[in-house]
């Protein structure tokens, strides 16, 4: 089966500028999940959606993050406006369900800002 | 969720068996435990799950004594593709239970 996909691969951005990820998670995945992993550290979890519904947005920093999932499907998360730290790799999950822990990751997209 | 420690680094040599052990002393009765692994520039990756006593599959081993506190993955016979980080995670499958990655183990195989 294909895996979930994201993109861009790789995004370079000035500080203040915004930025937008895009993942089509395994096709009948109702969970989808965008993690942020900071170099060096494990991945955090940022937005969990059960179809296009949010379930869990505690850990997203609101006032610059935004993600949606409209049709229950693709995903989009947006940063605006960027800042240095939010130079990461941002990943991109699916799980059949709530209930399963068997999580497939996307490649991510490597962000930078400068 | 529970909380997990692992070491931060291992070092191995091709064809070693390596053990990595977890610790979770506050995993709850419903909480399973799950180990992924990820290689640089890539997503984490599913390798095994369990809930008590042994679990193997064509990848890695995983052991877990009676009281349920700590884990080890067993990975036989070590290559160096193997060089990844390893990952040991606490969660609610029944409950939609986040999966909260911490440090991970960085094992690094040597020829």
């Known amino acids: 089966e294909a895996g979930v996909a994201q993109s861009p691969r790789y995004k370079i951005i000035e500080k203040r500028q915004s930025v937008a990820f895009w993942c089509n998670p395994i096709s009948g995945h109702a969970t989808l999940y965008w993690y942020q992993q900071i170099l060096g550290q494990g991945p955090k979890l940022l937005i969990q959606f059960q179809n296009n519904g949010v379930v869990d947005d505690s850990q997203l920093p609101k006032d610059r993050f935004s993600a949606e999932r409209l049709k229950g499907v693709d995903s989009t998360l947006k940063i605006q406006p960027a800042k240095l730290e939010d130079s990461a790799v941002y990943l991109c999950a699916s799980s059949l369900d709530m209930g399963s822990l068997g999580y497939t990751f996307g490649s991510g997209t490597r962000l930078t800002v400068v | 969720l529970a909380k997990t420690t692992q070491p931060i680094s291992m070092d191995s040599y091709e064809g070693q068996e390596v053990n990595i052990t977890c610790s979770h002393n506050?995993?709850?009765?419903?909480?399973?435990i799950t180990w992924y692994q990820q290689f640089p520039s890539q997503g984490p990756r599913f390798i095994i799950q369990?809930?008590?006593t042994k679990v193997t599959n064509e990848v890695a081993s995983l052991f877990i004594p009676a009281d349920r506190k700590s884990s080890t993955l067993s990975l036989p016979r070590v290559s160096l593709s193997d060089t990844a980080v390893y990952y040991c995670?606490?969660?609610?499958?029944?409950?939609?239970?986040?999966?909260?990655f911490g440090q991970g183990t960085e094992l690094s195989v040597k020829p």
């Open positions: 369990g809930y008590k």
């Open positions: 995670l606490v969660g609610v499958s029944n409950q939609g239970g986040k999966l909260i």
């Open positions: 506050n995993i709850a009765t419903n909480d399973y």
